[in-house]
């Protein structure tokens, strides 16, 4: 496996873009775990859309959505779990996760999870366009909170952890140049700002 990843790193088209083929390796390791910090009470548990508990939330730092910050606001929007009873406009449960970071642009990790109608069933959006509006997330690149497992407890300090199985196959593809969830930006900028060929 070892010398397969060395081929593959040091032997694909010459090797210029190498160093964009082990920056998005890097990215897709840190997609796999969560492990972040936040101020807020109660408790969730979530299995893709699957979704219960009584939970007010807002994350501020850690590792989320192939992001690490140390740096407190760095995530935008929140958890707001309420079970069984629909709470105003947010129904029975909502999970705005927006990282704020030119770490996460182009990889499409943000996402806004709402239960409107029916409780522990999260449908997944995505923003568009400039004045808030939302569509279904149904792109290769938008699946990856449907493989989702993580969890969320405290009062005053949250802690929030988890694992995504669809981010592990994911990872594991890019070494033999497979994009599930197409979000390996490094080497389409490469393939962007390459001057073309003269023939």
């Known amino acids: 496996m070892v010398l397969l990843c ?15 083929f082990i920056r998005d390796r890097k990215n897709d390791a840190f997609d796999v775990f969560t492990v972040s910090v936040g101020k807020g009470f109660g408790a969730k548990g979530r299995v893709g859309p699957l979704h219960v508990g009584l939970l007010v939330n807002h994350d501020y730092a850690g590792l989320r959505g192939g992001q690490y910050s140390r740096h407190w606001g760095d995530y935008v929007g929140g958890d707001i ?8 406009a947010y129904g029975f449960g909502m999970d705005d996760f927006g990282p704020d970071s030119v770490i996460s642009a182009g990889r499409n990790k943000e996402y806004l999870a709402w239960s409107h109608y029916v409780p522990f069933i999260y449908m997944f959006e995505k923003p568009r366009g400039t004045h808030g509006e939302t569509v279904l997330a149904l792109s290769r ?11 969320v407890v405290g009062v005053g300090i949250t802690i929030r952890a988890g694992v995504n199985i669809g981010e592990i196959i994911d990872a594991i593809l890019g070494w033999v140049g497979v994009d599930l969830y197409d979000d390996d930006i490094e080497e389409k900028k490469l393939l962007v700002t390459s001057p073309q060929k003269t023939k």
Not at 6 to 20: D, M, P
Not at 141 to 151: A, K, N, R, V, Y
Request: glycine letters at 12%; hydrophobic letters at 45%; one cysteine or more.
């Open 6 to 20: 060395l081929v593959l790193i040091f032997g694909c088209g010459g090797c210029a873009n190498s160093s964009a």
């Open 81 to 88: 779990d309420t079970l069984i009873i629909p709470f105003w």
């Open 141 to 151: 690149s938008e699946l990856h909170p449907f493989t989702q497992i993580e969890g």
